[in-house]
């Protein structure tokens, strides 16, 4: 099935996000996201979990749930696909560090989805070493003194 659309831009996401006052960046939300679909979760629940986890309980304006639903939807549609076209919505700009963070949160917002959709995921022994390895990602650190072409390559 080919796939018509593509990834938002992250910075246009990332800024109607903070102007919607959501506390997440668009590599958070993207993580959440696919974590809810990897989870199982692939009907119009989804929007209840993301409110829940991210609102209050509150529905997000059609200003911000229509970008949400073509996310969902490429997301959906990406992972679906026989090729496997995933990509992270991660910045692709910013400093290394920038990128590290992002993808820091992009891990643990994806773990946090996951585990929304599959609370006893850790009891699957076949499983538990990918969490774990998850995790770690998601503990992602660095310091400022490092060497960013090493930091790099590692990304």
């Not at 692939?42 to 304006?61: Q, R």
């Not at 993808?103 to 969490?131: C, D, R, S």
Request: proline share 3%.
């Amino acid at each position: 099935m080919p796939i018509q659309k593509s990834l938002p831009n992250y910075q246009t996401l990332e800024l109607l996000l903070q102007q919607q006052k959501v506390a997440l960046t668009a590599a958070e939300m993207h993580g959440l996201i696919t974590g809810l679909i990897c989870g199982g979760n692939h009907d119009y629940n989804w929007k209840k979990s993301i409110n829940e986890l991210t609102n209050d309980g509150l529905a997000f304006s059609q200003i911000l749930t229509n970008p949400l639903s073509e996310l969902y939807d490429f997301t959906f549609a990406s992972l679906d696909n026989n090729d496997f076209i995933f990509n992270l919505l991660l910045p692709e700009n910013d400093k290394v560090s920038e990128r590290a963070d992002a993808l820091a949160g992009w891990v643990n917002h994806f773990l946090l989805g996951l585990g929304v959709t599959q609370p006893k995921l850790m009891e699957k022994k076949e499983l538990k070493e990918i969490v774990t390895d998850l995790r770690n990602i998601g503990m992602l650190g660095y310091d400022k003194n490092d060497d960013q072409n090493e930091l790099e390559q590692a990304l």
